[in-house]
C-alpha cells in the first residue's frame, strides 16, 4: 500500500485546471421530498445511494430550509422544524451537521459531515415549512422524468463506438505505453474545462502506466455518470479525476480512500494521502488524514514519520481542537522536537507561526513554571514569544476567566481545549459485550459501570473543586431502565456527572468525548460526542470510518471542560 501511494504521488501531473462547477448531475440521485400531511411542509428526505434517507437536526436552521423549499420549487421556507416534529422516519440518517449558505442549488451541495456519518437517533430528523406564495398552486409545475434508462443507453454508445469522432491518447511520462480510445465530442463537451471544441478531433493525456487499465471505465463513467470503486482502482480514478477536472468523482472516490486510512499503522500511507490531496486540491480527502491524525495525535508524534511531515500538514494539525493528546506541554514538546530535526528547513518566521498554534493557556501551571528554565533552541531563538505565552498562561490560572475574557480576540481559539488524556480526566472500560446479569449492579460487579472525579478545570483555580462522574455502556433496554434512562440503540455510553457540577454552570462547560481504541492496533478509530450525557457507539454503517476491530476494542469517556 505504502509504496503504490508513492507511484501515485510521483505521477500526479503537475498540470493545474481550474475545477469546473459541475451542473449537471443525476435527476434522482440527491433529490429532496417532504413527508407529512401538506405538499409544502413535512420530514425532509433525500435520496441517495439508492434509497431515501433522512437529515438530523444538529445544524438544521433556516439556510437549510429555504435550500430545500426552493429546490422542491416553493419560494422560500417560513420556519424549521426540528426534533422529529413531522415523525420518526426509518432507513438511513444521510445528513448531519449541515452547514449552508442559503444560495445553493441542491441540498447535498452544502458542507455536511459525509453521507450517513452521524450520531443522531431519528428522533432528530429535521423538517420544514415552505411558503406556498399566493399563486403557486396554479403556476407549479410538476417533473416528468423519464431519464432513469438514459445512463444505460450512453453506456453502450461508449461500448459500441458507433458515431465516435474524437480520438483520447493515453500515454505513460515515458512515454513507453500509449492506448487510444474513440469517444463522442458531444460527451466531452458537457465537461468545459476539456476545451472540446467542434474543430478538436484528439487529446493527448499523460496518465502512468500503472492506472492505464482503468481508462476505459473512467471514460464510461463521463457518459453514465456510474462507476464501480474498488480498493485497488480507487486511486487510479482519483487520479483521472483530477487530470479530467471531474470534480464530483473526485470527491467521492476521495471519500473511498477513508476506508484505507486505519489500515496502516505506521502512519506513511496516511502523510502521503494528506500530499496528494493538498497536490490534487482534494479537500474531503485532506479532512479525511487530518481527522484521522488528529485523533491518533498521541501516537503519531512517538513515531519516525513525526520528523517527516512537512510544514503546511503541521500548520494545519495545530489549529485543530480535536487533537487526542495527553496535553499541551507534550505537544508543544514534540514541535519543539520536529523543529530541532527539520534545521535550516523551517524559517525563523515559519517557527514562530507553528509556536502561536500552541495554547500556552491551557498548558499545566506546574509545566509552565519549569517551561522558563528551558535550554531548547526554540526557547532561546523566540524567548520573546515563549514568555509572552508564559504570562498569559500564568493569568488563565490566577484569574477568574471573566476576567481576562474581554481582553482577548472574540474569535481566538486560545482557551478552547483539544482532547485531552491526562491522568485524571479520562476513565476506560474495556468490556463491551458480556451481558451481565441484575444482581450485579447491586454488588458493584460490572466492568462496565466506572466511577471516578476530576477537578472541574484543569487551571490552578479549580483544581481542589471536584466534579464525581460515573461512566456507564447499557447492551439492552433493562440495563438503561434500571439507571431511569431511555436508550434507542445499543450500545450506548453514559457519562453523567453528579454533586457540585451544576455549581459551574454559568462558568464552565463539559464537552466530553468518548474515544474508541483498538486494544491490539493502539489506534483511534472514531470519537464521538456525548448529548444529553449519552454517546451512542457507532457501527460501521454509520461512521466516517470503518471499525478496524469490531470485537477487540475499548472506550475512553474523556471528560473535557471548557470556560463559556
Known sequence: MYLVWTLLFLHVSAQHWTLFDEQSKPKREGRVRLVGDLPSSGRVEIYHDGQWGTVCDDGWDLAEAQVVCRQMGFPGAISVAPGGQYGEG???????????????????????????????????????????????????????????????????????????????????LSEEAELTFCVHSMILMIYPELNITNESRNLTMDVSQMCHPHVSAFLRYLY???????????????????????????????????????????????????????????????????????????????????????????????????????????????????????????????????????????????????????????????????????????????????KIRNKMDNMSNEYLPRIYTADGFNVFINDTTINYPYYHYNYGQNNRIQTFSTPAHPSALYKDQMVQWQAQVFLTVQECSNYGVSCDSFPVARLYGYGNQNSYANTIRFSNRLILTCKNQNNVFHVQDFKNDMAVIPTNSNMGLPNPCPDDYSLRFVVRPEYI
Open 224 to 402: 453514465t455518470r456510474q462507476i464501480g470503486v474498488s480498493i485497488t482502482s480507487a486511486q487510479c480514478l482519483h487520479q483521472l479525476a483530477f487530470i479530467f477536472e471531474v470534480k464530483k468523482l473526485m470527491e467521492d472516490v476521495g471519500r473511498i480512500f477513508t476506508s484505507l486510512i486505519p489500515e496502516d499503522n505506521t502512519f506513511r500511507t496516511q502523510v502521503l494521502m494528506y500530499e496528494y490531496g493538498v497536490r490534487t486540491g482534494d479537500l474531503v480527502l485532506q479532512e479525511n488524514v487530518l481527522q484521522y491524525l488528529s485523533w491518533n495525535c498521541e501516537f503519531l508524534i512517538s513515531s519516525p514519520v513525526w520528523s517527516t511531515i512537512s510544514f503546511h500538514m503541521m500548520d494545519a494539525l495545530l489549529q485543530r481542537s480535536d487533537l487526542v493528546v495527553k496535553d499541551e506541554a507534550l505537544l508543544l514538546e514534540a514541535l519543539e522536537r520536529w523543529i530541532q530535526d527539520k534545521g535550516d528547513e523551517i524559517s525563523s518566521e515559519q517557527q514562530a507561526s507553528l509556536l502561536n498554534h500552541i495554547r500556552f493557556l491551557l498548558i499545566p501551571v506546574d509545566k509552565l513554571y519549569e517551561m522558563q528554565f528551558s535550554s531548547s533552541v526554540l526557547y532561546q531563538n523566540h524567548e520573546k514569544l515563549y514568555l509572552n505565552g508564559l504570562l498569559r498562561g500564568f493569568q488563565f490560572n490566577a484569574l477568574p476567566f471573566s
Open 90 to 172: 426509518s432507513g438511513p440518517i444521510w445528513l448531519d451537521d449541515m452547514n449552508c449558505k442559503g444560495s445553493e442549488s441542491l441540498l447535498s451541495e452544502c458542507c455536511f459531515k459525509g453521507w450517513g456519518v452521524t450520531d443522531c437517533s431519528h428522533k432528530e430528523d429535521a423538517g420544514v415549512v415552505c411558503e406556498t406564495g399566493t399563486n403557486i398552486t396554479g403556476n407549479r409545475q410538476f417533473s416528468v422524468d423519464n431519464s432513469l434508462g438514459l445512463s444505460d443507453d450512453l453506456g453502450l454508445l461508449f461500448d459500441s463506438g458507433d458515431g465516435c469522432d474524437f480520438s483520447i491518447n493515453v500515454r505513460d
